[in-house]
């Protein structure tokens, strides 16, 4: 499966959780949980696909991850979510799930240094439900997180049409190099927003 491939897997994944996300239907409405399903497959072959493919090693730094490949860190995360998505009768089940796939999104973030040791120590331990403070602590940094990609956004949108519009061969190396870099901050930051919504 080469990464054009997963690429589409990853673009058809993600509108499918865009449009459960934007659903009015109750969470246990059955064409919701048909589109849950739906999701569920979908990431998985997605996960599947990457795993085969071997996007990521352990020998290599986050450095050496292609800015197109970063988006992929994200696939376990939206599994987790999904799995808490799930109304049955096997809830217990299907949250074990979900934790073993947040913990491995977190335990790969940690490996390529994400986030460091303090932080995975933290995001592993649960927070005390009456610990207002930390809850509130963690909602503010996940609103910082989303102002800076936001700003993000709006820069990679100007970067796009300088280059769209042309220039010399430096220029449009140079618009290339700024946009790559922008890409790589934009994922970089969406894996700390993800990481940072997740509370044991």
């Avoid at 049955?88 to 390529?112: E, G, P």
């Avoid at 927070?127 to 993000?152: F, S």
């Avoid at 140079?174 to 894996?191: A, F, Q, S, V």
Wanted: hydrophobic share 35%.
């Amino acid at each position: 499966m080469d990464a054009l491939t997963l690429g589409d897997l990853y673009t058809d994944a993600l509108k499918l959780y865009s449009a459960l996300e934007n659903s009015t239907l109750d969470s246990n409405d059955k064409k919701k949980q048909e589109l849950v399903a739906t999701c569920v497959t979908k990431f998985q072959d997605l996960w599947r696909g990457v795993d085969s493919a071997k996007v990521f090693s352990r020998n290599e730094e986050l450095d050496d991850v292609a800015t197109s490949d970063l988006k992929f860190f994200l696939t376990l995360y939206y599994l987790g979510d999904l799995q808490e998505r799930i109304v049955d009768t096997n809830r217990v089940h299907n949250l074990r799930n979900a934790m073993r796939c947040f913990q491995a999104f977190m335990k790969i973030c940690h490996d390529y240094s994400v986030i460091s040791e303090k932080e995975y120590d933290q995001l592993i331990t649960p927070i005390n439900p009456t610990d207002r403070a930390a809850r509130v602590e963690r909602l503010k940094k996940q609103k910082e997180v989303q102002a800076q990609m936001a700003e993000l956004t709006e820069k990679k949108k100007s970067i796009s049409r300088t280059i769209q519009e042309g220039g010399t061969e430096k220029e449009m190396e140079e618009r290339e190099t700024e946009y790559d870099g922008t890409e790589r901050k934009y994922w970089l930051l969406n894996m700390m927003g993800l990481r940072g919504s997740i509370g044991f």
